[in-house]
């Protein structure tokens, strides 16, 4: 009981000397930032100096979206931290940007100008009203010569001349500036709505024991920041390695520029749960679909059938199909034995992401303004095995193939790349760097050199009316030619139909010594050429079938 009360006496004495406290404000400085795929780890440093007794430390102007379950304070002086809040400021000074006092001189400075020219312009309105209020020049009873006429109507002829000459310059004049009035005011605008009026600040109550000058280190999590990888894949010639150019497009829009900072990489995702899923039981659901469709569901849940004859040219990517019971809402989902509550919930728990930092040597600066700003994160060097391949049936172009070897990099993220062939750019694609193995394929663009073609030779259909079947029989014929100066070798791959019924039968004739995979019906050939050598490759296939059917897709 003893404890207890006395414990309640420290916390009084602490709230109150706390309440009477001194504030320090002070601004803290961004230093170090971490960036995830998904948001950032600031670490800032704020430089107070303190006296004997009690003290409320406001470190302010920070970022709205800081997390304050991720406030880490450190101090290097002789002081003890007693309490921490975190907390919005909405009442605060409107803080300006310097971009937005730069808008507000130039506007002030347009309206000076407007405001002289517009003064301008009522001068001479004024003295134009005089000269036509007074253009009379005789009186009653009073003659005026023809030289005296004469000298008069040059007068205002010349000076109406020169009034409104400068009243038309004036108008320009004005119409110059209420544009770049206009275009100012807009930027202006835009650029106000843009300005963050929310901030967070985070008090410190402390005690300290000595007059000192101290370094606080902060660290905090933050929202509206990221980033994603690509690369400039780069090849120089045939003989020599694949350099790789690992770059990264870094946004953030968190209300804090970050200014000269040491920026850092993470392939980690702290937005991910941490949580290691379990396992439930994982039953199989039927469900009849003729008695689906009788109760008017979608026919977009069609199972995929073959055509009448039972061929299937290609397996479609759809092809792996999955049954599921159907479920209420508010009911738990089982997929795969994984308990989930949504479809984004069930993605990111699948992902395979690793936790590498690139640590980037050079000061980096990122403002607070939502775009993207390349960073250079590092040059690799591949060996690599360069190859030609082609798919005539699907396009005429041979492509060249270079496969990275004793790939170990397992730390780069999959991202888009920019495809360079000795010093020109060919194209964009996507290097996958997910791979199980330690070789992975880089597609480096067209080989417009290696001319291929592909056409039907034959095509007929046999009818057999004593047995009641049909017989078609196709064939093809592929033309290669190399057209560089150097030997080649190129892989060529095409295929022959499948079947998912007895009652079809397809068999392969003239494979011209190609590599054939019954269960897929796909068709390799690797071949060389020397310089201006041609080759042509043949094969075909026979379809035997009932004839009461038809094929419709050959």
């Known amino acids: 009981m003893k404890k207890f009360r006395l414990s309640i006496l420290t916390l009084t004495v602490i709230v109150s000397t706390t309440l ?14 971490l960036v995830y795929l998904q948001n950032a780890q600031v670490s800032a440093v704020a430089e107070v100096s303190l006296t004997p007794g009690m003290h409320n430390i406001i470190l302010e102007d920070l970022s709205q979206y800081l997390d304050e379950n991720s406030v880490q304070i450190k101090g290097d002086a ?14 605060g000074e409107e803080r300006k940007e310097p971009k937005l006092k730069a808008l507000e001189d130039s506007i002030d400075v347009i309206n000076t100008k407007l405001t002289a020219v517009k003064n301008q312009l009522d001068a001479l309105n004024e003295e134009l009203a005089m000269i036509k209020a007074n253009q009379s020049i005789t009186g009653d009873n009073v003659g005026v010569s023809t030289l005296e006429l004469e000298k008069m109507a040059n007068f205002y002829r010349g000076r109406m001349l020169e009034i409104h000459n400068k009243q038309s310059e004036n108008e320009r004049k004005q119409g110059k500036l209420r544009e770049k009035m206009q275009t100012l005011q807009n930027q202006y605008v835009q650029l106000k709505n843009q300005q963050t009026k929310v901030f967070s600040e985070i008090t410190l109550a402390i005690k300290c024991n000595s007059s000192t000058k101290s370094k606080i280190q902060l660290t905090y999590m933050v929202a509206n920041a990221g980033w994603m990888p690509f690369y400039d894949i780069k090849s120089e010639s045939l003989n020599e390695p694949i350099t790789i150019l690992g770059k990264a497009n870094v946004y953030q829009n968190t209300g804090e520029d970050w200014k000269n900072v040491k920026l850092s990489l993470s392939t980690g995702n702290p937005t991910y749960s941490n949580a290691k899923p379990n396992l439930y039981p994982y039953t199989l659901m039927l469900s009849n679909p003729d008695q689906l469709y009788k109760k008017g569901y979608s026919r977009s849940m069609e199972l995929p059938t073959s055509n009448s004859a039972g061929i ?25 034995g994984i308990r989930t509550k949504n479809t984004s919930e069930y993605t990111n728990n699948t992902e395979n992401q690793t936790n590498n930092i690139f640590d980037i040597s050079i000061p980096y600066s990122i403002p607070s303004d939502g775009k993207e700003y390349v960073v250079a994160i590092q040059e690799y060097k591949a060996p690599a095995i360069y190859s030609y391949s082609a798919i005539p049936k699907l396009d005429k172009d041979a492509f060249l193939l270079a496969n990275l070897i004793n ?26 760097t997910r791979v199980t193995n330690d070789t992975i394929p880089v597609s480096l663009g067209r080989e417009k050199n290696i001319i291929l073609d592909r056409k039907k030779v034959k095509s007929f259909t046999e009818k057999n009316f004593t047995g009641g079947t049909k017989k078609t029989t196709l064939e093809f014929e592929i033309t290669v030619r190399n057209k560089k100066k150097s030997e080649v070798e190129i892989t060529i791959e095409d295929q022959i139909p499948l079947t998912n019924t007895v009652e079809v039968s397809i068999e392969l004739i003239n494979g011209s010594n190609a590599s054939y995979v019954k269960e897929t019906g796909k068709l390799k050939w690797v071949i060389k050429l020397k310089p201006s050598e041609s080759n ?18 050959l």
Not at 20 to 33: R, S, Y
Not at 78 to 91: G, Q, R
Not at 544 to 552: G, W
Request: without cysteine; glycine residues 8%; hydrophobic residues 35%.
């Open 312 to 336: 299937v040219m290609e397996a479609p990517a759809a092809a792996d199909v999955r049954i599921r019971g159907g479920r209420n809402e508010k009911e738990e989902a089982y997929i795969d």
């Open 536 to 553: 042509t490759l043949k094969f075909g296939y026979v379809i035997k079938y009932p004839k009461r059917y038809n094929i419709s897709n």
């Open 20 to 33: 009477h406290a001194a504030d320090i404000n002070v601004k803290p400085q961004t230093k170090e930032v």
């Open 407 to 432: 790939w170990d990099q397992t730390g780069l993220l999959p991202g888009d790349a920019n495809l360079f062939n000795e010093g020109t750019f060919v194209g964009k694609s996507y290097f996958e």
């Open 78 to 91: 002789d002081f003890t931290i007693l309490s921490v809040v975190t907390k919005k400021n909405y009442l």
